[in-house]
C-alpha cells in the first residue's frame, strides 16, 4: 500500500480547467459573431470591395480556350444565399477560372479534413465522451480530489484497471485506420486534379508542357546555338523545337525597377490633374517625373539594342536555359535526365511557371550558394533555440499559481481570486492569444531566413518556408506549451513522490486538453476575421486618408495576394493537435469539425470573390502528407505511454499501429510521389499538336521587355463600377433605378460604362 500525502495548499497538481475552456468559448463566439455581422453589413455597402472578382474586367490567364466564367454577383450578393452558392460552386470552375490548382488542392484538403473529423465526433459523442464523463477518477496525490470539470471528458477520468480503457484502445485503431484512408484518398485526389490541370494546360497555347528548364550550363555553353548542340548530344534533333540563354540583365532590371516606380507615380499626379485637385501645383512636379522616365527609356533601350546587335554585353549570359521540345512527353522525358557538366552537375527539369521564377537568383555558381545554404542554416538554428524563450514565457500563463514571487507576475494569483471568469481569462485566454500573435512573427522571419539561399523560384522557396514553419509550429506549440508545461506543472511532485511518477504523468496528460480546445478556440476566430477582412479594410480606410483622387483610393483597395503558405501551415498545425488528441480528449474532434468547415467556407469564398495567388506551382501536396505522418506516431506514442502507465497490458498493440504507419507513408511515397511530380507518358498521348506561343515570348527575362510593358498598371475597381458577372443584368432590370456616373474619370479600360482612361495616362 502506498502511502498517500495531501499535496500542500498552494500546489496546483491537476488544476480544473472548466473556466479556461468556458471564458475562451464565450469571448470567442461573441468576437467571431460580430465580426460575422460586420461582414454581412459591410459587404452590402461595398460589395466592390468583399465580391471583387465581379467587378475586374480581365481575370487570371486562362489556361484553355473556354471563355473564364466569373462568379455570380446575383448568385452571391444577398445576405445570406452567398453560403449556399459558395458551398455549391464546382471545383472543377475553380481549377479553371479563379484558384487554379494550389487554391484547389488546398480546398480539398479543408474539404475532407472536415469529413475526416466529422466521423471522428459521430464516434466521440456518444462513445467516448458518456464513457468518459461517467466514470470516476482521484488525482495520484491526494485520494480526496477526485476529477472535475471539463476534465472529466478526457480519459484522464478513466481509473487504471477500469474496463471502459477499451474504448480508448478501439478508437485508436478506428481514427488510426480511418487517417489512413483520409491520407490516400486526398493523395490519389490531388494527382487526379494535377493531370486534370496539365491537360488544360496542354489544351491552351502555353509553352510550358513542352519546355524543361536547365541549369548548371557547361562554361562553352553561353548562347542559344551552343546550348542547341548541347542538347542535342541527349536528344533526337527533331523533337527539339527552340532553345534560350538567359542573359545577364540585372543593371537594365534595375533601371526597370526605377522607371516602373516613376512611372507609377506620374500616373497618380495625372488622376488628379484629370480630377481638378491641385492641378496647377502639379504641373512642376509631373514635367520632372515625365523626365525622368524619358532619361531611363533611353539607357533601357540602348542596353537592350547592345545585347541584341552582340554589343558591351554580347557575351554575359547566365549558366541557366530553357529548351522547348515538339511534344510533352518529349519534355516530360527530359526532365528525368541526369547530365553532368564541367564540374557542375547540370539539372534539367520541367519549367516553372514565369510568374514562379525569380529572375534575380538565377545563375549563381555553386561556389556562392554552398556559404549562403549554410548561413540559411545557423540562421534557423539560431532561431530554433532563442524562440523557446518567449514561448515559455506565454505557456507559464496557464499555470498562474505556480508562478514564484520572483518571478515578478506572482500579482497574478491575487488578481485571479477576484472572479472565475477573469481567471479563466488570465489563464486561458490570454496565454493562447499571445502565443498566436507571437507566432504570427514566424513566417516573416522564416521567409527572410530562407531567402538568404536565393532560390531559383517562388515555389522552392515557400516549400522550403512551409516546411520550417510546421516543424516551428509542431515543436513549439504542442511539445514546448504542452508537453513541457505539463511536466513542469508536476515536477514538484516528481522530486517529492518519484514511485507514482507513472499516475502523475498518466493523469496530467489528459488535462492539458483545454490548452489545444482554446487554441482552436481562437483559430475559429481567424476565420471569421479572414472572412471579414477587417485587416484588409482597416489598413485599405488609413490609405485612402492620404489619397486625393478616386484612382488613388481604389488602387489602395487592391489587396495584397493569398498567403497559401502560412495558411496551410497553420491549418496542418491544428490537424496534427485534433489528431494527436483525439482519443485523449475527444472534445477536440468537434471542434476540429467546426474548425475545419468554417476554414472551407470561409476560404473558398475569398478565393472566389477576393484573393488571387501571386503564381502557380507550389507543389505542397507531398510535403503535406510527409507532415501528417507524425501526429500518427506522436499519437501512437502517448497512447501506449497512457496505457503502459495504467497497466493496460494490450495497450502495447498500438505498436502495430506504429509500425503500421510507417510501412504505409512508403507506400504511399512509392505510389503516389511520382505520378503526383511527373505526368504519366500515357496521359500525355491525347495531346493535341497545336500552335503554342514562342518560347522568347514566355521565358524571356521580364527585364528585356520594352519599359511599357515592363510598367503593367495595376487592375483597379472604382466604387462607381458595375459587376461584369453574369446575371447581373437580369438582377439590375428590376430595379427601378441606379446610379449611373458618365464623368467618372479614370475607370477601366472595358468597363459597362463611363469613359476609359486617355491614352496619355
Request: no cysteine.
Given at each position: 500500500n502506498k502511502r498517500e500525502m495531501p499535496l500542500p495548499p498552494t500546489q496546483d497538481n491537476n488544476p480544473d480547467r472548466t473556466g479556461q475552456f468556458l471564458s475562451t468559448l464565450f469571448i470567442t463566439l461573441g468576437v467571431s459573431f460580430s465580426l460575422f455581422l460586420f461582414f454581412l453589413f459591410l459587404r452590402r455597402i461595398r460589395p466592390h470591395f468583399f465580391l471583387r472578382k465581379c467587378y475586374k474586367t480581365s481575370s487570371r490567364i486562362e489556361l484553355s480556350d473556354v471563355q473564364t466564367v466569373r462568379p455570380d454577383y446575383s448568385e452571391a450578393n444577398g445576405m445570406l444565399n452567398w453560403i449556399s452558392y459558395t458551398l455549391s460552386y464546382e471545383k472543377n470552375l475553380m481549377l479553371q477560372n479563379h484558384g487554379g490548382l494550389d487554391s484547389v488542392l488546398y480546398l480539398q484538403f479543408l474539404k475532407l479534413s472536415f469529413f475526416l473529423f466529422l466521423f471522428f465526433s459521430l464516434f466521440s459523442i456518444p462513445v467516448l465522451l458518456p464513457l468518459y464523463q461517467t466514470s470516476s477518477n482521484k488525482y495520484p496525490l491526494n485520494s480526496n480530489e477526485t476529477v472535475e470539470g471539463i476534465n472529466k471528458m478526457t480519459i484522464s477520468n478513466v481509473a487504471a484497471g477500469s474496463s471502459r480503457i477499451w474504448a480508448s484502445l478501439v478508437s485508436t485503431f478506428l481514427f488510426t485506420i480511418a487517417g489512413f484512408f483520409f491520407l490516400h484518398s486526398y493523395y490519389s485526389l490531388s494527382v487526379d486534379l494535377k493531370h486534370q490541370h496539365e491537360k488544360l494546360k496542354r489544351g491552351s497555347r502555353s509553352v510550358q508542357p513542352k519546355t524543361v528548364m536547365i541549369t548548371g550550363l557547361p562554361l562553352r555553353v553561353h548562347n542559344?546555338?551552343?546550348?542547341?548542340?548541347?542538347?542535342?548530344?541527349?536528344?533526337?534533333?527533331n523533337q527539339i523545337v527552340d532553345a534560350l540563354v538567359v542573359p545577364k540583365v540585372h543593371h537594365i532590371r534595375q533601371l526597370q525597377e526605377k522607371r516602373k516606380k516613376n512611372a507609377w507615380k506620374l500616373m497618380r499626379l495625372e488622376s488628379r490633374e484629370l480630377e481638378g485637385i491641385e492641378s496647377f501645383r502639379m504641373s512642376h512636379k509631373m514635367q520632372k517625373r515625365k523626365d525622368q522616365i524619358q532619361a531611363l527609356d533611353n539607357e533601357i533601350l540602348k542596353l537592350q539594342a547592345l545585347i541584341n546587335n552582340g554589343g558591351e554585353y554580347s557575351q554575359e549570359t547566365l549558366n541557366v536555359g530553357f529548351v522547348q521540345f515538339a511534344h510533352p512527353s518529349a519534355a516530360q522525358m527530359a526532365?528525368?535526365?541526369?547530365?553532368?557538366?564541367?564540374?557542375?552537375?547540370?539539372?534539367?527539369?520541367?519549367?516553372?511557371?514565369?510568374?514562379?521564377?525569380?529572375?534575380?537568383?538565377?545563375?549563381?555558381?555553386?561556389?556562392?550558394?554552398?556559404?549562403?545554404?549554410?548561413?540559411?542554416?545557423?540562421?534557423?538554428?539560431?532561431?530554433?533555440?532563442?524562440?523557446?524563450?518567449?514561448v515559455s514565457f506565454f505557456s507559464s500563463f496557464t499555470n498562474v499559481d505556480s508562478l514564484d514571487d520572483e518571478s515578478g507576475l506572482a500579482f497574478l494569483k491575487k488578481l485571479q481570486d477576484f472572479n472565475p471568469f477573469i481567471k479563466g481569462i488570465l489563464t486561458g485566454l490570454l496565454p493562447t492569444l499571445g502565443l498566436r500573435i507571437f507566432m504570427a512573427f514566424l513566417p516573416t522571419i522564416l521567409r527572410l531566413i530562407h531567402s538568404v539561399s536565393s532560390h531559383h523560384t517562388l515555389s522552392g522557396k515557400d516549400r522550403v518556408v512551409m516546411r520550417s514553419l510546421f516543424a516551428f509550429f509542431y515543436i513549439f506549440i504542442f511539445f514546448v506549451v504542452v508537453i513541457s508545461g505539463s511536466l513542469s506543472r508536476s515536477l514538484r511532485n516528481f522530486l517529492s513522490h518519484p514511485g507514482q511518477i507513472p499516475e502523475i504523468l498518466s493523469t496530467t496528460l489528459g488535462g492539458q486538453t483545454t490548452v489545444f480546445t482554446n487554441y482552436i478556440l481562437l483559430g475559429l476566430v481567424d476565420h471569421f476575421l479572414f472572412l471579414s477582412r477587417l485587416i484588409d479594410w482597416f489598413f485599405s480606410f488609413v490609405m485612402k486618408r492620404f489619397c486625393k483622387s478616386d484612382y488613388e483610393r481604389a488602387e489602395a483597395e487592391i489587396p495584397d495576394h493569398f498567403d497559401l503558405i502560412v495558411k496551410l501551415a497553420s491549418e496542418m498545425l491544428i490537424f496534427s493537435i485534433a489528431f494527436t488528441y483525439s482519443s485523449i480528449g475527444p472534445l477536440v474532434n468537434?471542434?476540429?469539425?467546426?474548425?475545419?468547415?468554417?476554414?472551407?467556407?470561409?476560404?473558398?469564398?475569398?478565393?472566389?470573390?477576393?484573393?488571387?495567388?501571386?503564381?502557380?506551382?507550389?507543389?505542397?501536396?507531398?510535403?503535406?502528407?510527409?507532415?501528417?505522418?507524425?501526429?500518427?506516431l506522436t499519437n501512437h506514442v502517448l497512447m501506449i505511454g497512457i496505457f503502459s502507465l495504467r497497466g493496460f497490458t494490450w495497450g502495447t498493440s498500438c505498436f502495430i499501429l506504429f509500425g503500421s504507419t510507417i510501412i504505409f507513408y512508403i507506400y504511399l511515397s512509392k505510389r503516389f510521389d511520382g505520378p503526383f511530380e511527373f505526368v504519366?507518358?500515357?496521359?500525355?498521348?491525347?495531346?493535341?499538336?497545336?500552335?503554342?506561343?514562342?518560347?522568347?515570348?514566355?521565358?524571356?527575362?521580364?527585364?528585356?521587355?520594352?519599359?511599357?510593358?515592363?510598367?503593367?498598371?495595376?487592375?483597379?475597381?472604382?466604387?462607381?463600377?458595375?459587376?461584369?458577372?453574369?446575371?447581373?443584368?437580369?438582377?439590375?432590370?428590376?430595379?427601378?433605378?441606379?446610379?449611373?456616373?458618365?464623368?467618372?474619370?479614370?475607370?477601366?479600360?472595358?468597363?459597362?460604362?463611363?469613359?476609359?482612361?486617355?491614352?496619355?495616362?
Open positions: 542559344t546555338r551552343a546550348l542547341k548542340a548541347e542538347i542535342q548530344q541527349y536528344f533526337p534533333e526532365s528525368q535526365a541526369i547530365v553532368t557538366g564541367d564540374f557542375r552537375k547540370t539539372s534539367i527539369e520541367m519549367a516553372p511557371e514565369p510568374k514562379d521564377l525569380v529572375w534575380n537568383n538565377l545563375g549563381y555558381e555553386y561556389f556562392i550558394q554552398l556559404p549562403k545554404i549554410v548561413l540559411n542554416i545557423v540562421l534557423l538554428l539560431l532561431l530554433f533555440f532563442f524562440w523557446s524563450i518567449p468537434v471542434l476540429a469539425m467546426v474548425y475545419f468547415g468554417l476554414a472551407f467556407l470561409t476560404t473558398k469564398h475569398n478565393m472566389l470573390f477576393a484573393y488571387d495567388l501571386k503564381y502557380e506551382g507550389i507543389g505542397f501536396v507531398p510535403i503535406l502528407i510527409f507532415a501528417l505522418i507524425f501526429p500518427f504519366p507518358l500515357q496521359s500525355l498521348s491525347d495531346s493535341s499538336q497545336r500552335d503554342t506561343l514562342q518560347l522568347s515570348e514566355v521565358y524571356q527575362d521580364p527585364a528585356m521587355l520594352s519599359p511599357e510593358d515592363y510598367t503593367l498598371e495595376p487592375e483597379i475597381v472604382l466604387s462607381t463600377d458595375k459587376p461584369a458577372a453574369p446575371g447581373y443584368q437580369k438582377r439590375n432590370e428590376r430595379r427601378s433605378s441606379s446610379v449611373h456616373r458618365e464623368d467618372s474619370p479614370l475607370l477601366l479600360n472595358g468597363s459597362n460604362y463611363g469613359t476609359s482612361i486617355p491614352n496619355n495616362v
